[in-house]
Every structure is written in structure tokens, then in C-alpha cells.
């Protein structure tokens, strides 16, 4: 999981740096929300996982069920919120928003390229 972070944050800063210079700033600015929303929506969904996980085999720290709700509403809630503010400034910001929110996919098969290449490495 720490790997697939780093690479939201090294795919979020090459793609808004060329995002500004090919694109503009203002979809360099929707695509930097985007993917600043996109990484709090993985760690809030890493952070409900492992509190479902940790209830159901009760070996954990006790979570509140409110908690993990909350903020798995919120997550979605933080997107439309976003969304919308931007759509009201600019819509070439609302495409980077948008853009920005797919991190997650670009990191996760920046993660499965990287363990086949490990398997691949080690004999397979």
C-alpha cells in the first residue's frame, strides 16, 4: 500500500507539471485537486478496510462503525463538493479534476507492472 502511495505522488506531480505546461493552469490546477482528492479517497478507503478487517476478526482496536461511515460518505461527498466548485470557475479545470481523480488506476497499474516484473526477476 506504500508503494501504490508513492506512486500517486510521483504520477500526480509528472502529470501536473505537464498538464501546466502543455495544457494550462487552470487544468494544471482541477487535475492537482483531482488527484489530491484521489489520494485521501485511497488512504480513507485503505483506513475502512482495515477497520472492517480488524471488526471482523476482533483482534484489533476497537473502530466506531459511525466513523467508518462517515467517512465513507464523505469521501464521495469531498468529490461532488469538488467538482462542483470547479465547475462553477472554470470547465478546462473541471477536465483536470476529473483527469485527476483516475490516479488511483495509473498507480495501481504502476503496481501490478512492477510485481510482474519482480515474479519475472525471481524465476517465476
Known amino acids: 500500500m506504500d508503494r501504490i502511495r508513492g506512486f500517486m505522488a510521483a504520477i500526480g506531480l509528472v ?6 505546461t502543455a495544457l494550462g493552469w487552470k487544468v494544471a490546477v482541477g487535475l492537482a ?5 484521489a489520494w ?3 488512504y480513507w478507503l485503505k483506513q475502512a478496510v482495515s477497520a ?3 471488526r471482523v476478526t476482533s483482534t484489533g482496536l476497537p473502530q466506531s462503525s459511525r ?3 462517515t467517512r465513507f460518505l464523505l469521501r464521495y461527498a469531498l468529490i461532488a463538493l469538488g467538482a462542483y466548485a470547479i465547475f462553477l470557475v472554470s470547465r478546462d479545470s ?3 479534476l476529473l483527469g485527476g481523480l483516475f490516479l488511483t488506476v495509473a498507480a495501481i497499474l504502476c503496481e501490478a507492472v512492477y510485481e510482474v516484473i519482480v515474479s519475472f526477476r525471481r524465476g517465476l
Not at 502529470?15 to 501546466?20: C, D, F, K, L, P
Not at 485537486?33 to 482528492?37: D, N
Open 67 to 69: 466513523g467508518i461511515v
Open 33 to 37: 485537486l483531482g488527484c489530491a482528492i
Open 94 to 96: 473541471l477536465y483536470g
Open 15 to 20: 502529470a501536473t507539471i505537464v498538464a501546466w
Open 40 to 42: 485521501m479517497n485511497f
Open 52 to 54: 472492517l478487517a480488524d
